[in-house]
């Protein structure tokens, strides 16, 4: 589903050839997040996550003059608590020029309709806790943190160390 927003924009779903300013908007986030080095991904990445045999990951876009300048990129996630699926927002990005005109709350926006359509429970997403303006969008749409939570990642020399660990013996 297409939706015209202000500015000539429309918010739809990622399509084939997305890849380029997804991509963009990828590298422009983890900027702003003070990871200008950490996006290895590449379009080809993208295009095998997002349009490949059995996507997994999804995206929707914020197109404006044939540009990508703003995105959503979500997965499934699912909650043995309610034992329904809920959409983890992985990555939302506006481009810093195309602020202030409702593309950021109208992704997000779009995401909240898609889980209520489909009877998922929630929408999850972690925010760095010094990212003040983020937070202060997030708040006012209603989203509040979880602070009895704490987020863990095993990644790296640690990951393969914890697989190895757990990994049967081979004869």
Do not use: K
Request: net charge negative; proline share 5%; with cysteine.
């Amino acid at each position: 589903m297409t939706t015209t927003l202000s500015g000539g924009a429309v918010l739809r779903p990622a399509q084939p050839g997305d890849e380029p300013g997804i991509l963009a908007c990828i590298r422009e986030l983890a900027q702003y997040e003070r990871e200008p080095d950490a996006v290895e991904t590449t379009e080809a990445d993208l295009t095998a996550a997002l349009f490949g045999d059995h996507p997994a990951v999804f995206a929707h876009v914020v197109e404006r003059d044939g540009a990508v300048v703003g995105i959503s990129v979500w997965f499934l996630n699912y909650s043995t608590w309610t034992g329904r699926h809920g959409i983890y927002l992985e990555d939302l990005y506006v481009r810093a020029d195309q602020r202030g005109h409702g593309y950021g709350q109208a992704l997000l926006r779009n995401l909240a309709a898609i889980a209520v359509e489909r009877g998922y429970a929630r929408v999850d997403w972690a925010v760095l806790d010094w990212n003040a303006p983020s937070i202060a969008f997030y708040r006012s749409l209603g989203a509040f943190p979880m602070d009895d939570w704490t987020g863990y990642r095993l990644t790296g020399d640690a990951l393969v160390a914890t697989a190895g660990a757990a990994a049967p013996q081979r004869s």
